[in-house]
């Protein structure tokens, strides 16, 4: 069964930079893996970030989240990460990573991000 787990969030200022991974348990990644991050804030739908393709490290990301957010991978560690500088307020969220095989996705359980101004 693959799990992937989020850590790193937590709580920030305004204008801090953060970067949870995501990490997978009992499974290592093969090369048509492709690892996205999404968040949601309160009361909001869940959004997508962009994605990385594990294999060639290509990365897509949503157009409103140009910018500010990079995803990389590190194949030793078998960890993907999402660095988020200049965060702000409406970062708030919980930031999911999902792990894509074939056509099957796995969700982890989120990690908060809370941005204080």
């Known amino acids: 069964q693959v799990q992937p787990a989020e850590s790193g969030g937590g709580v920030v200022q305004a204008g801090d930079s953060l970067t949870p991974s995501c990490s997978v348990s009992?499974?290592?990644?093969?090369?048509?893996?492709?690892v996205a991050w999404y968040r949601q804030a309160p009361g909001k739908k869940r959004e997508v970030i962009g994605a990385?393709?594990?294999?060639?490290?290509?990365?897509h990301y949503a157009d409103s989240m140009r910018g500010r957010f990079t995803i990389y991978r590190n194949y030793h560690e078998n960890r993907a990460w999402l660095h988020m500088t200049g965060l702000n307020p409406g970062d708030t969220a919980i930031y999911y990573c999902n792990i894509q095989r074939g056509d099957v996705v796995y969700w982890g359980q989120g990690t908060q991000v809370t941005v204080s101004s």
């Open positions: 009992g499974v290592t990644f093969v090369g048509d893996d492709m």
């Open positions: 990385i393709t594990w294999d060639a490290g290509s990365r």
